[in-house]
């Protein structure tokens, strides 16, 4: 090569070696004073510049700035002080912090800074971040305080019906969710038939929803991801919380097992309405024949272990362990029956994190994830104390998962930060419903379906560029991955998003996101029920799959702190999957049982939503809460539901409006208050009831002709009925009083305060005319709750 060839690769190498010389990386780790618990999200930044990041969910942070005799670094959390350290002109090194946590009435007298700068600096967008502190104020059903439900009272989530927990995301149902909790996969959020979440605020962190503009490290959903992390414990001494309530209690214990060093957390609640319940019905039962014996409960455990073993490598283990029992026993002199239902889910992750360098992080985790949900029922008839006749049924699902996943985290420059990675889960999919008569015990038929084995991958790498000083750009890949029996899918899924700063705290904000999913949610009643099926995709069923555009604006208020967000969006899923109109997943002859296919069940289709969300929130001071307001539309098209025609899915909402508010009166005075507006749900209701009628013989064969009649509802088009408006107001108040070793809460709260009779479903009711003697159809609406007082006592140490 020329020797002018050489001169210049020489010059290049020097001058890139000059640069570098110029830049030092100051990397380390954010805990809680106190606690040592590593905190994700906290804001770091370069004093009077634009060069920062925020602390991954380990705690780790990394930022390569200027070389120069002196620099601060900012470090600033909601619900935290803000710290500042300056060091001198030394080379790259580790500063790790302690941040701690606030005074919240004396932030707003003492500093006019904010303490969350992420809406307007942040490239993401469609995100929310719920700090935990606030979610215990706010009013809960039953007192019991439920991360779902608050995600429900955010702008672009809706909720289904009265009292159920799950998510219905900017027009998605409730499996297009991916809930993680501590990497491992829930597949079913649920207690109580959806009532209650199995997540315990006593356990978790941090709590994120993300809307749209998901970055490529998130898969295998269409609609939004919650992302949930649970306690690491303290490792300076012993802490405890818990709390009694009407219908469950609950105790959070977290401590050092070697100080500094490891630490463990246990978390555990049970419900009693078994107990309360059972004296009640059997004293309504007294001198009866027949004795009806109810109960039901479940419980959930969170369990986390971890051990630092220094700067460079840190081990966690944790798992999630929760059941619902519901049964029956009824026994007369003649018979007697058993049945029930009980479902549960267990998680288990194994997280490694290790520090390469001072720019590279690597978390590995190996998770176990298994929901199972099943039904029994066995009648025996009795006639002189000899059995006579029996029919047993049993019902089972569940599907379990093994996943590797490692993570990346590699602070390139300033300018450039990555993240890439890779996962692989082996799936195992059960469906299966079976009802057999007489005794099962004696049938050679199997009671389950064939297992169905499946494999899903995917592989990313994003990267958060600041190529100049108003302009942040997150682009993304995703490959993803899914084989089944006889067919391999691969799909590409780009992503991007975009934050212009206009002004001063003023961001315009865009993005664009591709999804695949690879699982589904077969359902009847559009609830999320642990009675719903999970199935995969085969090659008959194609992966859903979703594209979404967004558009905002995000706007930081120095006072009062206030940030305010304004979105449209644009969202079309392909390959969403329904129920045949008249189609069941029970086969009630157990000869074809095992030739039972899911998937000649099952009719394929497309849909849409679109439309804006605005939301003002306030998460620090004497005065804390939100406003969020959403006006969308969603329509789904079938060629085998409705006649091929458009209609509105049952979660359709125009107008949704929620309003929460936290006021601390005093320190011993906390008042909340929240208020919902929504319009009805879309739904399927008979429009008519007329007799249809027979002609047959009479039994004798007197040969006297005679008619058999049977009353038949007329339906109208698919959801074409839209219910009343809902809306409803939760009020609660919270004494609090702190001892010399502990501090106690009362709480009481009463939940539709103004007892709003809300539709719960319709249906058509025959009403008699005293006048002129003639029965008309009438409408009937039915509520499920009217006002609903709760208190509870809670306690910390």
């Not at 059972?278 to 007294?286: K, N, R, S, W």
């Amino acid at each position: 090569m020329p020797k002018t060839f050489y001169q210049l690769l020489m010059l290049v190498l020097v001058s890139v070696q000059a640069i570098a010389q110029e830049q030092i990386t100051i990397s380390g780790f954010v805990r809680e004073k106190g606690s040592l618990e590593l905190l994700p999200g906290v804001n770091v930044y370069l004093l009077n510049s634009t060069i920062g990041t925020v602390t991954n969910t380990y705690g780790f942070y990394s930022l390569t700035i200027p070389k120069s005799d002196s620099v601060t670094i900012s470090y600033s959390f909601v619900g935290y002080e803000r710290q500042e350290i300056t060091t001198g002109n030394v080379a790259s090194q580790q500063i790790d912090i302690a941040l701690s946590t606030a005074n919240q009435l004396e932030e707003v007298i003492i500093s006019g800074r904010r303490q969350d700068e992420k809406v307007s600096e942040s490239v993401q967008m469609s995100q929310i971040e719920i700090p935990i502190s606030q979610i215990k104020k706010i009013p809960a059903f039953f007192g019991e305080k439920d991360v779902i439900r608050v995600l429900q009272l955010m702008p672009g989530v809706q909720k289904g019906t009265e009292g159920q927990t799950g998510l219905y995301v900017r027009g998605g149902g409730p499996d297009q969710n991916l809930i993680i909790l501590d990497d491992a996969v829930v597949y079913n959020a649920s207690h109580l038939f959806g009532f209650f979440s199995v997540f315990n605020s006593d356990a978790l962190k941090s709590v994120e929803l993300t809307k749209g503009g998901f970055p490529a490290r998130y898969g295998g959903r269409l609609s939004s991801v919650v992302e949930m992390n649970m306690k690491e414990g303290s490792k300076e001494k012993l802490h405890g919380e818990g709390g009694i309530g009407l219908i469950s209690s609950r105790l959070t214990l977290e401590g050092p097992l070697a100080k500094k060093k490891s630490s463990f957390l246990i978390s555990a609640r049970r419900t009693y309405i078994d107990v309360l319940a059972t004296p009640l019905i059997a004293q309504q039962q007294v001198g009866q024949d027949s004795k009806v014996k109810p109960g039901y409960f479940f419980y959930d455990l969170n369990a986390k272990v971890n051990y630092d073993f220094g700067a460079k490598n840190k081990l966690y283990v944790s798992g999630y362990f929760g059941r619902d029992k519901f049964n029956i026993r009824e026994k007369s002199s003649d018979s007697q029956n058993r049945s029930g239902l009980n479902w549960g889910n267990a998680t288990a992750t194994l997280r490694w994190n290790h520090l390469i360098n001072q720019k590279l992080f690597v978390n590995t985790s190996l998770i176990y994830s298994h929901f199972n949900f099943n039904i029994f029922s066995n009648d025996k008839r009795y006639e002189k104390g000899v059995l006579t006749d029996e029919f047993s049924l049993k019902y089972n699902s569940l599907i379990r998962d093994y996943s590797l996943k490692t993570d990346f985290d590699y602070y390139l420059s300033a300018q450039h930060s990555l993240k890439f990675g890779a996962q692989v889960t082996a799936h195992r999919f059960v469906p299966s419903a079976l009802a057999l008569e007489g005794d099962f015990s004696d049938s050679d038929i199997d009671l389950q379906a064939k297992p169905i084995n499946t494999m899903e991958a995917g592989a990313y790498v994003e990267d958060t560029w600041h190529p100049f000083t108003a302009l942040k750009v997150n682009g993304g890949f995703r490959l993803s991955f899914f084989e089944t029996n006889s067919k391999i899918y691969v799909r590409p899924e780009p992503r991007i998003s975009a934050a212009l700063k206009l002004a001063k705290d003023f961001s315009m904000k865009a993005s664009y996101a591709k999804m695949n999913q690879y699982v589904h949610l077969l359902s009847n009643t559009g609830l999320g029920l642990p009675t719903d099926l999970w199935v995969p995709t085969t090659d008959r069923v194609a992966p859903q799959q979703s594209s979404q555009v967004a558009f905002g604006f995000a706007k930081d208020l120095e006072k009062p702190g206030l940030a305010l967000t304004l979105e449209g969006y644009y969202k079309k899923m392909n390959n969403i999957i329904s129920y045949k109109e008249g189609s069941s997943f029970i086969s009630l002859n157990g000869d074809n049982a095992n030739e039972l296919n899911w998937e000649d069940n099952i009719t394929t289709g497309k849909g849409w939503s679109y439309g804006a969300e605005f939301m003002v929130q306030k998460k620090t001071g004497k005065l804390s809460g939100w406003v969020g307001y959403t006006l969308s539309w969603t329509q789904w098209k079938f060629p085998e539901l409705n006649f091929g025609k458009t209609f509105y899915p049952r979660y359709d909402r125009r107008n949704d409006l929620s309003v929460v508010g936290i006021y601390e009166l005093s320190k011993r005075i906390t008042l909340s208050a929240t208020w919902v507006y929504g319009t009805g749900n879309a739904l399927t209701i008979p429009i008519s009831k007329f007799m249809t009628y027979e002609n047959r013989l009479v039994p004798n064969n007197w040969g006297i002709p005679a008619n058999s009649g049977s009353v038949t509802n007329e339906y109208g088009e698919k959801n074409g009925f839209r219910a009343e408006p809902y809306h409803r107001m939760d009020v609660a108040i919270q004494f609090h009083k702190k001892k010399k070793r502990h501090e106690r809460t009362w709480e009481f709260g009463l939940y539709n305060a103004y007892s709003r009779r809300n539709p719960f479903f319709y249906n058509i009711n025959s009403k008699l005319d005293e006048n002129t003697g003639q029965r008309t159809n009438v409408l009937t609406r039915y509520s499920l709750f009217p006002v609903l007082p709760s208190f509870s006592y809670n306690f910390k140490f």
